[in-house]
């Protein structure tokens, strides 16, 4: 199981990112999938995930602001983030873990992890 994130970058504030996770040596829809992100020196903190029957989570205070869906075509997982804002600066990370995560939200709950993708928000 190997799980490649991509679609950082840098953007000015109020723009949007759509992130991709690909997976490589398991089938998505077997697995549930969260996107977490780590600021530096604060702790990593789940923002969205995907469970394997397809019911989508969402940070209570971003949900306005985010869209995950799966592309199976492409067979990655997709997390589109708008309306970005200097605090939003931080590395992403896709997390799985196979059928149910126990608590979508926590990084406990899962088992494979992608390496990051930075992303930063400034003027």
């Known amino acids: 199981v190997q799980l490649v994130e991509s679609g950082g970058g840098s953007v000015q504030p109020g723009g949007s990112l759509t992130l991709s996770c690909a997976a490589s040596g398991f089938t998505f829809h077997d697995y549930s999938i969260a996107w977490f992100r780590q600021a530096p020196g604060k702790e990593r903190e789940g923002i969205s995930s995907l469970g394997h029957d397809g019911t989508p989570y969402y940070k209570e205070t971003m949900k306005d602001r985010l869209t995950i869906s799966i592309d199976d075509d492409k067979l990655v997982v997709l997390l589109r983030v708008s309306n970005l804002q200097p605090e939003d600066t931080a590395v992403y990370y896709c997390?799985?873990?196979?059928?149910?995560?126990?608590?979508?939200?926590?990084?406990?709950?899962?088992?494979?992890w992608g390496q990051g993708t930075q992303v930063t928000v400034s003027s």
């Open positions: 997390a799985a873990v196979w059928r149910y995560a126990l608590f979508w939200y926590s990084p406990r709950s899962y088992n494979h």
